[in-house]
């Protein structure tokens, strides 16, 4: 059974760029939350995909945009990059939408910086 | 979601229990307590969760109040590589997408 991993694992960006991040689920799981973390906090929640529909969203605002694939991979786009987007992005996946919706898998993270 | 008050830190010698309050008193009878740590530089890890009743798993034991206003996580036999970040979160459990971390407490297991 693989666990979460996500991709790629450390970048730098120039504000106003764009950046992708990937996250490929534990197999299995058909949900894919997002979190963002910026240094001594903890994850915020940024959105949830299952079986490739949004399923809940947190305070984000529209640049922050997700897809889910038919095999429940995932990726994060984040437009017009701000300084204060750098943070170390997490990915988990779960299954369904009941209690175990919870019970996340994360990966390691992206750590992204914006210059 | 409820919020949670977990103190800021705590140290634990190696091998001893390491108990670890959090207190949700505003937590509604649909939600569950979830137990989450994270080590330095790495994603969160989940630990365990629980209702109403004590939970135990291989990693953790759930001790949760009767009025269910507060829990403690419970590690046996603490180890150097239980160093980590512990964050206590209630969500409901169906028909909730996310959870909503706190701070956490930053535990240290001492030699």
């Known amino acids: 059974e693989t666990g979460v991993t996500q991709s790629p694992t450390h970048l730098i960006k120039t504000r106003g760029q764009q950046v992708t991040l990937r996250c490929s689920s534990q197999?299995?799981?058909?949900?894919v939350s997002w979190y963002q973390q910026a240094l001594g906090q903890g994850p915020q929640f940024i959105f949830q995909?299952?079986?490739?529909?949004?399923?809940g969203r947190g305070n984000f605002p529209p640049r922050f945009s997700g897809l889910q694939f038919p095999n429940y991979s995932s990726e994060l786009n984040v437009n017009a990059l701000e300084l204060d987007d750098s943070a170390l992005y997490l990915c988990?996946?779960?299954?369904?939408?009941?209690?175990?919706?919870?019970?996340?898998?994360f990966g390691a993270g992206s750590r992204l910086t914006v210059l | 979601d409820a919020k949670t008050t977990q103190p800021p830190s705590m140290d634990c010698a190696e091998g001893r229990a390491a108990n670890l309050p959090c207190n949700h008193s505003?937590?509604?009878?649909?939600?569950?307590v979830y137990w989450y740590r994270q080590i330095h530089s790495q994603g969160p890890q989940y630990i365990i969760h629980?209702?109403?009743n004590n939970e135990t798993n291989e990693m953790a034991s759930l001790i949760i109040t009767e009025d269910r206003k507060s829990s403690t996580l419970i590690l046996p036999h603490a180890t150097l590589r239980d160093t980590a970040v512990y964050y206590c979160?209630?969500?409901?459990?169906?028909?909730?997408?996310?959870?909503?971390f706190g701070k956490g407490t930053k535990l240290s297991v001492i030699p």
């Open positions: 505003t937590i509604s009878g649909n939600e569950y």
């Open positions: 629980g209702l109403k």
């Open positions: 988990a996946s779960s299954l369904g939408r009941g209690v175990g919706a919870n019970v996340l898998t």
């Open positions: 197999s299995g799981h058909n949900t």
């Open positions: 979160i209630v969500s409901a459990g169906a028909g909730s997408y996310q959870l909503t």
């Open positions: 995909y299952y079986r490739e529909e949004e399923n």
